[in-house]
């Protein structure tokens, strides 16, 4: 059972454009929601992350919305560049401190 | 170094061989995850070590997989009797506070078994 869902599986955008990918989950215990970026043959990295107190997070170029209600969050990325191509991976984290993972989107941005 | 170490980075085993992966994670962080993440796929909960509790093993996919962890320290994990599904991308994190803070990620260890 996928305790987050994450869509769209990949992604092609041109640069200079938007970029959004979305996760959808289940259970209202989650607390805290990050989103990791993982480049070929390298460990995921946080990028950002939101708690669900709160309904967006800017940072720089990338944007976590968050709906509490809809159980939806989302990461925009700004003005899409090449070397921002790589996985996205959303999780959200439950109260025993376990963090469960989308399942990734796989962006290309094309030059 | 000041991320989690894995080692090693690459490992090529013959089918029902054991291996070990080893994890050193940040310095200080009580809480240590192991994950596994198939080419192309999303990461797999392995088990879960959080300062001298006992570990959240329920990701382990078989009694060939095991975990240990010194203290707070190095975490090793064993697979005995490999198989071919076992190959993977066998990924290390850590955490200060798991409550408070995100993970870190190691860069992983490359299981391949032949």
């Known amino acids: 059972q996928q305790q987050v869902k994450q869509s769209p599986q990949s992604l092609i955008v041109q640069k200079g454009g938007i970029s959004i990918i979305n996760c959808a989950y289940e259970n209202t215990a989650f607390d805290y929601f990050p989103w990791y970026q993982q480049f070929p043959g390298k460990g995921p990295a946080l990028l950002i992350a939101?708690?669900?107190?709160?309904s967006e997070k800017k940072e720089g170029r990338f944007t976590i919305s968050f709906n509490k209600s809809a159980k939806q969050f989302s990461l925009h990325i700004m003005d899409s560049q090449p070397g921002d191509s790589a996985t996205y991976f959303c999780?959200?984290?439950?109260?025993?401190?376990?963090?469960?993972f989308g399942t990734g989107t796989s962006l290309t941005v094309i030059p | 170094g000041a991320g989690v170490s894995q080692s090693p980075s690459n490992k090529v085993t013959e089918k029902g061989k054991d291996v070990e992966l080893r994890c050193d994670p940040i310095?200080?962080?009580?809480?240590l995850y192991w994950y596994r993440q198939r080419l192309g796929q999303g990461l797999e909960f392995l088990i879960y070590f959080q300062g001298n509790s006992a570990p959240d093993k329920s990701g382990l996919p078989s009694d060939r997989f095991s975990a240990e962890r010194t203290g707070e320290s190095v975490s090793t994990l064993t697979i005995q009797r490999t198989q071919q599904e076992d190959s993977a991308v066998y990924l290390c994190?850590?955490?200060?506070?798991?409550?408070?803070?995100?993970?870190?990620f190691g860069e992983g260890s490359w299981l391949t078994v032949v």
């Open positions: 939101i708690r669900p107190d709160v």
């Open positions: 994190a850590s955490s200060l506070d798991p409550g408070v803070n995100t993970i870190y």
């Open positions: 310095s200080g962080h009580t809480a």
């Open positions: 999780a959200a984290r439950d109260t025993g401190n376990q963090f469960y």
